[in-house]
């Protein structure tokens, strides 16, 4: 399985961004997906999971601003944000799990202005 990540950019607080990750090669049977974040310096925190039925959850930092989507038919997954605060700057990544394997992209970096 191979994740490609887009989307991240430049925004002010109180802004919106979608990030989409795009999921190619052996992607049938894939379990769920996630988008993860990180800042220099901390790991990787779960920012939203995805089963393969559609059910979202989310972190509670999230707070009702993120919502995670898939689109099965074109192998994507997709991560609404809304009302962005500073604090949400990070590099954000998608996981897909497979198998009982985790795949990752290559992360995109989300930075919010104050």
């Known amino acids: 399985v191979q994740l490609q990540a887009s989307g991240g950019g430049l925004v002010q607080a109180g802004g919106s961004l979608r990030l989409s990750c795009a999921a190619s090669g052996s992607i049938f049977g894939i379990d769920f997906m996630e988008w993860y974040r990180q800042v220099p310096g901390k790991g990787r925190e779960l920012v939203a999971t995805i089963t393969s039925g559609g059910t979202p959850t989310y972190a509670d930092f999230v707070e009702g601003r993120f919502t995670i989507s898939r689109d099965n038919f074109k192998n994507m997954m997709y991560l609404q944000m809304n009302s962005l605060k500073p604090e949400d700057t990070a590099v954000y990544y998608c996981?897909?799990?497979?198998?009982?394997?985790?795949?990752w992209g290559q992360g995109t970096q989300v930075t919010v202005s104050s």
């Open positions: 996981l897909v799990v497979r198998g009982g394997s985790n795949y």
